[in-house]
Each structure stands twice: as C-alpha cells, then as structure tokens.
C-alpha cells in the first residue's frame, strides 16, 4: 500500500545546497492561548519521514502532547484513510506515465523504477506522477537508514512522525482526527498538471541515475555552520548535495520554520503554492478553531490540560500566510518552546 504521508518529500527539497535565513523565534513547537480560550493548544512542525534521529527528537513534545485532548494531523492516518486516498493515485485513462513520455523516454526510466520499487514496477504506468515520486523518495529514505547504521546492525524502521505521532495517540486512548478530508489534501497534491508531473519526473531520474556513483559512495551529509558576527544570520552549506532525503532531516532538526518555509515558497509557481500551502493552511487553522472553541470535554476536565495538539508538515508553519501568523490574525497568542541541549522543555 502506498505510503501518502511521505508525499511531499521530493518535490520540496530535491535541490537544497545552500541557506540563509534568520533564525529568531524560528522554533517547531508553539503553544497556543488567548482569545477568550481557557485551556491551552499546541501547534507542532512535522517532517513527514521516519528516521530515527527525527524521531528521538520529537521525545520532546511527549509532555504537551499526551496531556492534550485531541492529537490532531493533516490527515488521520488511519487504514481508511489509506484506502480512500487510494483511488486518488490512480492517473486518467488518457493520461498514463507511458503516454505522457515519449517511448524512448518512459524505456530510459523504466531500469530505475523496476530496481527501486521492485514488483510494483509494472503498475506505475498508472499511477500519477506525483506518487510515484513520492514512493521513491520513501525508498531513498529506507536506504539512507540502511547507510546510518553498522552493515552488520539491521536499521529499525520507523514509521514517518506524522503517523508515529498518531499510533502515540491512540496508545493513550487520546481523540485522533484530521484538519483535512482525503479528498482536499489529494486535490491540493494534484493541483499541478499531470503532464508536468511526469516531466519532473523524468528529470528527477534522470538526475539520479547520472549522480548514483556519488549516491552510493555517500553515506553522511557534512554540514558546516558559519555565524556571522553581531547578527542573527546563519549561513548552512550541505557539502554533499546528493542526498536530498538527507539535507532534508537536517534542515528539519536545525528547527528553522523560516527557512523551511522560504525554500517551499522558492520552489514553487505561485498557483501552485496557494494550491499545496496556503489554501491548506486556511482550512487547518479553521479547523483547530473549532476544536479550541469547543474546549475540553466533562469527561477530560479532571485528566487533560489541552484542548488540541496538531501535528502538520513544518512547511506549513512560517511566512506571513502560514499558520502561525493566520492563528495570531485571527486572535491567538502563539509563544515558542524552546528545547535547550538536556532536552527539557523551556519558553
């Protein structure tokens, strides 16, 4: 079954080399208080990959999010769900990736999807573009934990945090729901024309198979950090630009929405930007307002200090139009909390 929460990898961080962004306040947890709202919500930045370092990272939240009401993410990631988003994948009859490329480009590609997603190779001719990237990245992520681990030592596999976070959630018997219905997240992830799709695709392989050497040879992303003097400003080369899934955890532990933010905004055409970002954002905060305006419920009064935590892609976090900044246009106080080097929570 295809895994829909690793979706946006790809497509967002193919091509991160270097970064300058402020970095104040540029936290991936924010309480949330204010607007004649008693109890207190939480609003978190996720990444949507499983790697071990992300995941011992998102220990952290565990107090804010346990002691919540409601955990809530982009999607409930249920095994409905994956079956609904299901039919969204499939391309049109007159749209299959073979008749998108031309012959000799779809035979150029077909060698890198038969080795890298195996016996389901044949039936990408009709799935849309955009999942089939998806599927690879999720097979880059897999060897890179593979890469970061002893050759003798197996990787343990997590599932991405988005759908780590939830399975926490239902152990604890807490209220697990989604901002977004199937149909509005796969809508907003098809926005951008199939026929282009397949394009960033093919080139997407293509780049791959001409740096696989330089992939394979690699197994650790060096990073340096240059501060500059009497500013706020951090400089971040990623010396080894091959590994994408790579730069990506990194950037995501630098816990810079900011910059986060800035490169998804740079890597999109704007219709295509108010498509996957900003509509989106529209309709979560919505969302979690109506959960924080229903407050706790009798039963939760006495055992929950929070109404909501949500759990989102940190891409949606920063910029003027990210939910950050539309929480506090709409009322809301939002205060960042701090992790410092013990792991314990600060303001």
């Not at 809508?187 to 282009?196: E, G, N, Q, R, V």
């Not at 197994?219 to 706020?232: G, L, N």
Request: no cysteine; aromatic share 8%; proline share 3%.
């Amino acid at each position: 079954m295809f895994n829909y929460s690793s979706y946006f990898i790809g497509l967002v961080f193919s091509a991160l080399f270097i970064f300058t962004s402020t970095s104040a306040k540029a936290q991936l947890l924010w309480e949330i208080s204010g607007n004649n709202i008693k109890q207190k919500s939480y609003l978190f930045g996720t990444v949507h990959v499983g790697d071990e370092r992300v995941i011992d990272y998102a220990s952290n939240i565990y107090p804010y999010m346990d002691n919540s009401q409601t955990v809530a993410g982009e999607l409930d990631l249920n095994f409905m769900t994956s079956i609904t988003a299901f039919a969204y994948i499939m391309s049109p009859k007159d749209s299959t990736l073979s008749k998108l490329l031309t012959k000799e480009e779809y035979q150029e590609i077909k060698p890198y999807l038969s080795e890298n997603i195996g016996s389901l190779a044949p039936f990408l001719d009709m799935v849309r573009p955009v999942f089939i990237m998806a599927m690879l990245q999720e097979k880059e992520q897999e060897k890179l934990a593979e890469s970061l681990h002893d050759e003798n030592a197996e990787a343990e596999k997590y599932p991405a945090l988005d759908m780590y976070l939830q399975n926490r959630a239902r152990e604890n018997e807490q209220n697990v729901i989604g901002l977004e219905t199937v149909k509005e997240q796969m809508t907003a992830l098809s926005s951008t024309p199939i026929d282009k799709q397949a394009r960033e695709l093919y080139d997407y392989i293509i780049q791959k198979n001409k740096t696989k050497e330089q992939i394979q040879d690699s197994t650790k992303v060096e990073i340096d950090v240059v501060s500059i003097e009497e500013s706020d400003t951090t400089l971040v080369e990623l010396k080894n630009s091959a590994n994408p899934m790579e730069t990506l955890i990194l950037l995501y532990l630098s816990e810079n929405i900011e910059l986060l933010h800035e490169q998804i905004s740079n890597e999109f055409e704007e219709e295509s930007y108010q498509s996957l970002i900003v509509r989106r954002n529209i309709v979560m905060v919505q969302r979690m307002e109506e959960q924080m305006k229903k407050g706790l419920s009798k039963e939760n009064k006495k055992s929950k200090k929070n109404i909501i935590f949500a759990a989102v892609g940190a891409g949606h976090l920063g910029g003027k139009e990210g939910m950050i900044n539309l929480l506090k246009d709409a009322g809301y106080t939002l205060t960042p909390i701090f992790f410092n080097d013990k792991n314990k929570i600060e303001k």
